[in-house]
């Protein structure tokens, strides 16, 4: 019962910039939109969340449409280490938090 | 190191058996999830506790139980093991997870990989 749909799978040279879309139509106005991404059989990890505006940490940049229907998470200068399974999950505080299948991103040299 | 711990790291078991999966939280952190992983497969939401008390339950077998202690600590007990229960477990904790809207960022540990014979 995820509530976003990502591609299943995305290539990215070294070194160029990471634009993984996801969408999520349904979303409610107090419902935030986070981004995790798990390396191989790693823990996820948590990377960036938002709920209106466009959001930049140290790992990357959360792009969040004005009908916060869509987002998509930047990597700027994607690396080799940077390959990973990346889901992008929309949930309130209060709800149970469940993944859906995510985007494989490739790095690729 | 997060700051979730996960014991153990890996357990090898045989049919019928039960194990304990434990799960100690982030300092501070008073929500804890606990989610399977079958080989290629994505994270499937099992339970989630939240200072003690159920608050969210999803796709848990029967035979799986799960409680948080008072310390908050967390156990996954899984029982009358099958082959198809192979997988990581992965336990993450959250400081809120409540009956509150807001920003809720969950932590994960390094997971618990069962295998069963």
């Known amino acids: 019962d995820a509530k976003t749909t990502q591609p299943p799978s995305m290539d990215c040279a070294e070194g160029r910039a990471a634009n993984l879309p996801c969408n999520h139509s349904t979303i409610s106005g107090n419902e935030y939109v986070y981004w995790y991404r798990q390396i191989h059989s790693q823990g996820p990890q948590y990377i960036i969340h938002?709920?209106?505006n466009n959001e930049t940490n140290e790992m990357a940049s959360l792009i969040i449409t004005e009908d916060r229907k869509s987002s998509t998470l930047i990597l700027p200068h994607a690396t080799l280490r940077d390959t990973a399974v990346y889901y992008c999950?929309?949930?309130?505080?209060?709800?149970?938090?469940?993944f859906g299948t995510g985007t494989k991103l490739q790095v690729i040299p | 190191d997060s700051g979730v711990t996960q014991t153990p790291k890996h357990l090898i078991t045989a049919t019928g058996q039960r194990v304990t999966l434990r799960c100690s939280p982030r300092s501070g952190d008073l929500s804890v999830y606990w989610y399977q992983q079958s080989l290629d497969q994505g994270l499937q939401f099992l339970i989630q506790?939240?200072?003690?008390?159920?608050?969210a339950k999803g796709n848990i077998l029967e035979r799986f139980s799960a409680q948080q202690f008072p310390d908050l600590h967390s156990e996954l007990n899984l029982s009358s093991l099958e082959l198809g229960d192979s997988a990581l477990y992965f336990c993450?904790?959250?400081?809120?997870?409540?009956?509150?809207?807001?920003?809720?960022?969950?932590?994960f540990g390094a997971g618990s990989r069962l295998t069963v014979l």
């Open positions: 506790y939240y200072n003690g008390e159920e608050r």
């Open positions: 993450a904790s959250s400081v809120e997870g409540g009956p509150t809207t807001g920003a809720n960022v969950l932590t």
């Open positions: 938002g709920l209106k």
């Open positions: 999950i929309v949930n309130g505080g209060y709800q149970k938090v469940t």
